[in-house]
């Protein structure tokens, strides 16, 4: 099931209500595709503030702000992965990341 697309105006606390309010309603998301590495950082919070576990998830981000993949690391959840693309336009990150996604059965 495919949800969004959200603008949230590069505004971290409009990314986090946006991904409070998807998982409000469906707590099984398998991915986001995000354009701003250190929104989508705050916007995982909504995992926290609703009590659900960040694991199987696969996230897509171009920009590299260092606190989403500090965060990461720090979790070292297997099953919680992120694609970074730096190089390429927009049509080739979303192949790339598409292919990948269902490679791995998502």
Not at 13 to 42: C, K, M, R
Not at 56 to 75: K, M, N, S
Request: aromatic share 14%; charged share 20%.
């Amino acid at each position: 099931e495919y949800v969004g697309p959200a603008d949230t105006f590069w505004v971290n606390d409009v990314a986090l209500q946006t991904v409070h309010g998807w998982l409000s309603t469906d707590p099984d998301i398998a991915g986001y595709s995000y354009e701003y590495a250190d929104g989508l950082y705050t916007a995982l919070d909504a995992y926290e503030q609703l009590d659900i576990p960040l694991d199987d998830l696969v996230i897509t981000v171009r920009t590299d702000e260092q606190t989403l993949f500090c965060d990461w690391a720090e979790r070292d959840e297997p099953t919680y992965n992120i694609w970074y693309s730096a190089g390429g336009n927009f049509q080739s990150r979303v192949a790339v990341t598409a292919q990948m996604m269902n490679l791995a059965g998502a």
